[in-house]
């Protein structure tokens, strides 16, 4: 594409929009530095920002040709901060700052050349909703196709992974790929050479971002998959691997990934045995659907459900939480994001608070429940488990107990949580059955206010709270031709609003009174 053309004498202006630890004062600077070498004047400034996660920085970039500066017979005044409707070129550093420029009117449609990596760092109010809350990607993207002169969208966060850098160099070569500015690849490439730090790693991944802009519509076009191919992979020499990989191919092509996933996590979380059960609850649930559903409901039932039996079955419970902290894959995964250079120790210290009742929950059910049901040994215990505790997981000590927790898989079917856990699904798949012989889209939200139910302590204990008291609602609409929609309905007040306010308010709307709260731990049958 041709560059970003200067308007009567005016700067070519840039906006960089970067969070902490992305490099967007490096880019800023290397911009800087190859306009300046190229006989241009510049200028770079930048304002921090608190929105949200450590909060995105803007750097500010004009810059315009000594050329043009001698012809105005004076020194140029250039601005501090971008003006919207008056930028020639957007770089941003995740997809979401790519949308905040276009909602702040920095991108306009017969100006702006908009570049941005396609990855995601989720801000703090999507990691805290209590159900799905991450932004939708494709809005972004849509809105870049609409309000931009040219939209580049890559996942340059990949590329700088794949390099062995950081993304501020592949964005480098995005912006160098896309045209925008009047410089050859040569001017770009030597530009990183005079810095002098980590060149190799940094033109590596220039060269890919480079070659990612060049290519843009191939590099995030995604092909639709036909309607009759889930991709499930096939195991080879493992038989008990691909029984169960035959037996999802048994499902509708609908349920297929969300089942295959759901095995994976049962397998993962406990044993094969484990997996044929998740499966075998999904066959009943099939047949169900089968008889008052099917294919003219699109298989709504069984595809809702193979994500949250799977979700109840494998929980969050000391034990998986040791087993996640200990894990080779997390200690790769958070030297990743530190940064931190192969040779170099990584010291790695958690923050944990057991409660009572999850103690209680690790130990035989006949243990757990004398403990419970005695409040002379709840008193002696709790003070115990008042306070939280900084473990250091990279230590022997701090590893060796954790190692041990997560040991205790073995056991789980003889805790009193996993009774719990058992009975609470068992309820669960009974109020499915029954709600499906006699309303089928009911069915499918009772399946989907099982998703309340997540994380442990008092996350868990709020979202079990809450998912009860749905459940006895889900009861009581039974019969009404709004039953559906009226539970929806609760269902997403329910994950708004941390408190149940809003939940209590449209309960007693419904009911004359709000629903009770049942006890958040469900007892076994035992």
Not at 365 to 381: N, T, V
Request: charged residues 20%; glycine residues 10%.
């Amino acid at each position: 594409m041709t560059p970003a053309a200067l308007h009567e004498g005016t700067p070519l202006k840039l906006a960089i929009l970067a969070m902490g630890g992305q490099g967007g004062g490096v880019l800023a600077d290397w911009i800087v530095d190859m306009a300046e070498h190229a006989g241009w004047w510049a200028q770079t400034t930048s304002v921090p920002g608190v929105a949200q996660r450590t909060g995105a920085t803007i750097y500010y970039l004009e810059m315009i040709p000594e050329t043009v500066v001698s012809s105005a017979g004076r020194a140029p005044v250039l601005a501090m901060m971008p003006t919207p409707g008056d930028v020639d070129i957007v770089v941003a550093a995740e997809l979401m700052e790519g949308g905040r420029a276009i909602q702040r009117g920095l991108v306009t449609p017969d100006r702006t050349v908009l570049i941005a990596s396609s990855h995601r760092s989720y801000a703090i109010a999507e990691k805290a909703a209590r159900g799905n809350g991450i932004a939708d990607p494709d809005t972004v993207i849509s809105a870049g196709r609409q309000a931009a002169r040219a939209f580049h969208c890559v996942d340059l966060q990949a590329l700088a992974d794949q390099a062995g850098s950081v993304i501020s160099a592949s964005l480098f070569g995005a912006l160098a790929g896309s045209g925008a500015l009047p410089f050859t690849r040569d001017e770009y490439e030597a530009t990183i050479s005079r810095g002098g730090v980590g060149v190799e790693a940094s033109l590596h991944a220039f060269g890919l971002g480079f070659d990612a802009a060049t290519h843009a519509p191939q590099a995030f076009a995604s092909p639709d998959r036909a309607p009759d191919q889930a991709g499930i992979p096939s195991a080879s020499g493992n038989p008990d691997t691909q029984a169960l990989l035959d037996e999802i191919r048994r499902f509708p092509v609908q349920a297929q990934q969300m089942l295959l996933a759901g095995t994976q996590r049962a397998l993962e979380f406990q044993d094969l045995s484990y997996a044929k059960e998740y499966l075998a609850h999904m066959r009943d649930i099939h047949g169900l659907d089968a008889q008052f559903g099917g294919p003219q409901r699109d298989w709504a039932l069984t595809t809702a459900a193979a994500r949250y039996v799977a979700v109840a079955m494998a929980y969050d419970d000391v034990i998986r939480v040791a087993d996640l902290k200990t894990r080779q894959s997390r200690e790769a995964r958070v030297r990743s994001e530190t940064g931190v250079a192969t040779g170099q120790i990584l010291h790695t210290t958690e923050y944990m608070h057991p409660r009572l009742d999850e103690i209680c929950g690790t130990l035989p059910a006949a243990w757990g429940r004398a403990i419970e049901r005695s409040p002379r040994a709840a008193r002696m215990l709790q003070p115990l488990f008042r306070k939280g505790r900084f473990v250091r997981s990279s230590g022997l000590g701090g590893f060796l107990l954790l190692y041990g927790l997560a040991g205790m898989r073995r056991f789980r079917r003889g805790t009193l949580r996993h009774a719990h856990e058992r009975a609470s699904l068992s309820q669960w798949l009974k109020l499915i059955s029954d709600t499906a012989h006699h309303d089928y889209d009911l069915a499918v939200e009772v399946v989907n206010i099982r998703r309340l139910v997540k994380g442990y302590s008092d996350t868990h204990q709020r979202g079990t709270g809450k998912y009860q008291r749905l459940s006895l609602a889900a009861s009581q609409l039974l019969g009404r031709t709004d039953a559906a929609t009226q539970l929806r309905a609760l269902r997403e007040a329910a994950l708004a609003d941390d408190h149940g306010n809003e939940l209590d308010r449209m309960l007693d709307g419904m009911f004359g009174r709000p629903a009770p709260i049942p006890e958040t731990e469900p007892r076994d049958a035992s």
